[in-house]
C-alpha cells in the first residue's frame, strides 16, 4: 500500500511550515529534501509513490507480524517435534531391545522390494552424537519454515527431502559408483531444510541475504552438515546433497508463491 502524504514539513533553517513536495524552502532557499517525492494516483487520491526498499521493509514487518500472530494463535511446530521425536524414539528403541539399523529401518545394502526403507532411513540414527547435531539443525530451520508455511507444507518437505536423498544414494549404488551403502539419519532432512529457509530468507529479504552476521551463520551450518558424512556412516553424502537440492526448489517454490500472494 502507497504511503500517504505529509500534509507539510517544516523547513530546519527558517521554521517555516512549506509544502512537502518541494526541494528548497521558498522563504530561505534551503534544501528541504534532495528530491520531491514520485506521487501516484489511487482513486481519488494523490499518495506517494512507495520505493522498493520501502516496500521490501513494509512486505517483511507485515511478515514478522504475521508470524507472530499465527504462533500467538497457537501453531505449533507440530511436523518438526514430530520428526525429532521418531528419531530419538528409535534410537532408544534400538538401544533396549536391541535392534541393528536394518532392523529398524535403515537402509544397509541393497533395497530390494523394501521401498518402504526409502523414507524410515532418515529417521533412524546410529548413535546419540548424529542425533544431537542433525536435531539441532532441524529443530532451528524446521520451526522457523513451519511458523511461515504450516505443519502441512513442512511434514511434505521433511518427507521429500529425506526419502528422495535415501532414492539417490540407492540410485548412485545400483549404478556402481559406489562401493557400500549405508543411510540413516536425518542428513538429507537438516540440508533441505537448511535450502528451503534459505529460499525463503532470500525472498523476504526481496532477493539479498540480509545480515553478513547471518550468512556466515548458515554458511558455517551447511559446512558442517556437508562435512558430517566424514564422521558418520549413515550420513550419505550423495543423500545430503540430492534433499538439499530438493530443499532449495521447494523452498524458492514457496518464496515465489509467497511473493505473489504479498
Keep these: 500500500m502507497a504511503q500517504a502524504p505529509e500534509l507539510s514539513v517544516v523547513c530546519r533553517s527558517c521554521g517555516s ?8 524552502c521558498p522563504y530561505c532557499g534551503a534544501r528541504i529534501r534532495k528530491r520531491a517525492p514520485r506521487l501516484e494516483r489511487e482513486g481519488d487520491e494523490i499518495r506517494v509513490r512507495e520505493s522498493r526498499r520501502d516496500r521490501r521493509r513494509r512486505l517483511r514487518r507485515e511478515r514478522a507480524d504475521e ?29 533396549a531391545v536391541p535392534l541393528t539399523l536394518s532392523e529398524l529401518g535403515a537402509i544397509v545394502g ?10 524410515t ?30 505443519s502441512l507444507a513442512t511434514a ?33 532432512i537438516a540440508l533441505g ?14 532477493g539479498q541475504f540480509g ?17 558430517l558424512p566424514l564422521f558418520e556412516v549413515g550420513a550419505d553424502p550423495v543423500a545430503g546433497l540430492v ?4 530443499g532449495l526448489a521447494m523452498g524458492s517454490l514457496a518464496a515465489r508463491r509467497a511473493g505473489h500472494a504479498g
Design 67 to 95: 508470524r507472530a500472530a499465527r504462533t500467538a494463535l497457537g501453531v505449533r511446530p507440530i511436523a518438526t517435534a514430530c520428526t525429532l521425536a521418531a528419531g530419538a524414539v528409535l534410537l532408544v528403541l534400538g538401544r
Design 17 to 24: 511550515e512549506v509544502s512537502p513536495y518541494v526541494t528548497e
Design 243 to 246: 534433499g538439499g537440492i530438493v
Design 110 to 119: 541393497p533395497v530390494g522390494g523394501e521401498a518402504w526403507r526409502y523414507v
Design 193 to 206: 531444510l537448511l535450502g528451503a529457509w534459505l529460499m525463503l530468507w532470500r525472498g523476504e529479504a526481496g
Design 156 to 188: 511434505t518437505l521433511i518427507v521429500a527431502t529425506g526419502a528422495l536423498g535415501s532414492l539417490a544414494a540407492g540410485a548412485v549404488y545400483s549404478a556402481g559408483l559406489t562401493d557400500t551403502l549405508v543411510v540413516a539419519g536425518g542428513n538429507a
Design 211 to 227: 545480515e553478513p552476521l547471518e550468512a556466515i551463520a548458515l554458511t558455517v551450518t551447511a559446512i558442517v552438515l556437508l562435512l
Design 121 to 150: 532411513a532418515p529417521f533412524v540414527y546410529d548413535d546419540l552424537g548424529a542425533l544431537f547435531v542433525l536435531s539441532l539443525a532441524i529443530w532451528v530451520f524446521g520451526t522457523a519454515i513451519e511458523h511461515r508455511l504450516g
